[in-house]
C-alpha cells in the first residue's frame, strides 16, 4: 500500500481543442492591445497573442496537443504614410518622365501605363505612400480624367478611388473641391457610400466585403493646410461603410512545454496553378449555386471565403479534384499540402489545406 503521505502524479492529457476567443481571453494578457480591443489585427499578431492566451489557459496540457483557434480581427485601419501632404503628393508629369517607363516614346499615358511607370518615378516607396498622378490622358476621353491616385499597399502600388469635382459638387463642398474638418468622419462614410453606388465601374465589379480605398482631398480649417487623404469602405453587400470586423483562424500546437503555430506536416508541397484553378472553375463543385464564385477562382486566382459561399467542406472538395489530376499516383500516408489563396477584407491570404491518400480514396486533415 502506498504511504499516507504519498502523492498521486497525474500525467499531463494531450487534447484537441477547438476554440473561439471571448472577452475573457483578451483580458487573461498581461499586455498588448488586444486586451483593450479584442481585436488582433492580423495573422502575424495572432501568431504572438493567441499563443500567450494558450500558455496562460492551457499551459497544462501534455505536448502534442493542438488548438484551432477563430479571434477576431480588426477592422482594416488606414494609417498613411508621413508625408500626405496635397502639394507633396501631387505630381504632374513632364515629357521626360514619359520616357521613364521602357520602350515608351509617347508624352500621353493610359492609366495601366501609369501604374507600370510608378515604380521608375518612386522607386523606394513605403507602405501606405500616396501619389496623385496627373498625366496627359491616352484616350484623350479617358473618363474620368486626371489627376488619379494610386496607392502603394501590400507591396505593389494599386489605383484607387478619387473623388470628383462634380462629387465635391454633391457633397455641397464644390466651391473648393474639397472636405473639411467640419465634415464627420460618419458623414464621409455616407458620401461615399452615395458616390460609390452611383459608379457604375464600381458597381459592376464588387463583391462583398470588398475593401475600396477612397483618395479625396480634405483641408483643416485650424492649420489652413490642405492634405490628399485615403479612407477605406467595406461593400457589406448593400452599402458601402466603415470596414468591420469578421472572423479569422489560426492553428497550434504545444510543443516542448509551449504553444505556438502549427507548421505544415513535411510531404508533398503543391500551390494552386492557373491550370488547377481553371479545372476549378469549370468543375461542378458546389452547383449552380457556386457557380459566379467558382468564376472567380480563375479570374483572380482565390477563393472569396469572406463571403461563406465557399465553406471547408466545398475547399475540401475543389483540392481534392485537383489532387486527382495532378497526381494519379499518390503516395499513401503522406500528406499532401495544398497551399491557395484566401480572399479576405480585399487582401490575399496564403491557407494550407493537407490531405492523404489511404489507397482508397483522399481524406481531409483538420483543414
Known amino acids: 500500500e502506498p504511504a499516507l503521505n504519498q502523492i498521486t502524479v497525474i500525467p499531463p492529457i ?46 497544462t496540457l501534455a505536448d502534442g496537443s493542438t488548438a484551432t483557434v477563430t479571434y477576431t480581427q480588426s477592422a482594416l485601419y488606414f494609417k498613411p504614410a508621413a508625408d500626405s501632404l496635397y502639394s507633396d503628393v501631387y505630381y504632374a ?30 522607386t523606394t516607396p513605403v507602405n501606405n505612400q500616396l501619389a496623385l498622378i496627373k498625366f496627359t490622358p491616352y484616350p484623350t476621353t479617358l473618363t474620368p480624367p486626371p489627376p488619379y491616385s494610386f496607392l502603394y499597399f501590400g507591396g505593389k502600388w494599386q489605383t484607387i478611388y478619387t473623388i470628383q469635382p462634380a462629387q465635391y459638387t454633391q457633397a455641397g463642398v464644390g466651391t473648393y473641391d474639397q472636405f473639411t474638418t ?23 465589379t464588387v463583391k462583398k466585403n470588398d475593401i475600396i480605398f477612397v483618395s479625396f482631398d480634405y483641408y483643416v480649417s485650424s492649420t489652413k493646410i490642405a492634405y490628399q487623404r485615403v479612407k477605406p469602405v467595406q461593400y457589406d453587400g448593400n452599402n458601402f461603410v466603415a ?3 469578421t472572423p479569422a483562424t489560426i492553428n497550434l500546437v504545444k510543443t516542448s512545454g509551449s504553444w505556438g503555430v502549427a507548421t505544415a506536416a513535411p510531404g508533398v508541397n503543391h500551390t494552386l496553378n492557373a491550370a488547377d484553378e481553371t479545372l476549378i472553375s469549370n468543375s461542378t463543385v458546389g452547383g449552380t449555386a457556386l457557380a459566379t464564385y467558382r468564376g472567380y477562382v480563375a479570374k483572380y486566382g482565390d477563393f472569396d471565403v469572406g463571403t461563406g459561399q465557399w465553406t471547408t467542406a466545398l475547399l475540401n472538395q475543389a483540392f481534392i479534384l485537383v489532387l486527382q489530376a495532378d497526381y494519379p499516383t499518390p503516395q499513401q500516408n ?9 480572399y479576405i477584407n480585399s487582401v490575399d491570404v496564403a491557407t494550407t489545406f493537407t490531405y492523404q491518400w489511404n489507397g482508397t480514396t483522399w481524406t481531409p486533415g483538420q483543414n
Open 182 to 204: 467640419t465634415n464627420s468622419e460618419s458623414s464621409l462614410v455616407s458620401d461615399f457610400n452615395f458616390f460609390l453606388k452611383n459608379d457604375i465601374t464600381i458597381m459592376d
Open 14 to 59: 494531450k487534447q484537441t481543442l477547438t476554440l473561439t476567443l471571448q472577452t475573457k481571453d483578451y483580458q487573461s494578457l498581461a499586455s498588448g492591445y488586444p486586451k483593450t480591443t479584442f481585436t488582433i489585427d492580423d495573422n502575424a499578431d495572432a501568431q504572438t497573442y493567441v499563443s500567450q492566451i494558450l500558455n496562460k489557459e492551457y499551459g
Open 93 to 122: 508629369l513632364t515629357n521626360d518622365d514619359y520616357l521613364l517607363l521602357p520602350g515608351n516614346k509617347y508624352t500621353d499615358f493610359s492609366v495601366a501605363q501609369t501604374l507600370s511607370w510608378l515604380p521608375y518615378k518612386y
Open 334 to 342: 503522406i500528406p499532401y499540402n495544398i497551399t491557395f489563396n484566401e
Open 243 to 245: 470596414p468591420y470586423t
